[in-house]
């Protein structure tokens, strides 16, 4: 994170469509997030609408694959990420969009329910130049990964 950003956590709804696209910096999946209060009226017995907050959603990579997998318009969830301002001109005029660019996208599971399931994680083969062989990260003794066998006896 950078000195100055804004990380926020938003619960709400998906409220519209997901849109889709690849860039040069890869996959990336956007859709708006509209969050709505509401306070119950002990004088009236009901409950009312407060103030709302709609804000656009960006998931980059990996994240946009799991969000264009498993969430659809209306599904409720909880979005963590930095919050910043796009400022654009349309048609002469100047424009601004409040933009969430997700680190974290879940299901609000006080609404609804689901079953997870565990993606396959990338496996990066690493070279070991001193042993002139490879492994995985993770895989194999501490000499796979060029660490020493036995900790340093500390005096």
Known sequence: MAIGETVVTVVGNVSSELADRDTHSGRVVGFWLRSNERRYDKDAGEWRNGRSLAVRVSCWRRLADNVA??????????????????????????????????????????WCTTTVERGARDVKTVFDSTSATSSSPGQGGPAARGLPSEPAAVA
């Open 69 to 110: 997998t498993s969430l659809s318009k209306g599904d409720p969830v909880v979005v963590t990420g930095r919050l910043h301002t796009n400022e654009f001109v349309t048609d002469g005029r100047s424009r601004s969009v409040t933009e969430l660019e997700a680190q974290a996208v879940g299901p609000n599971l006080a």
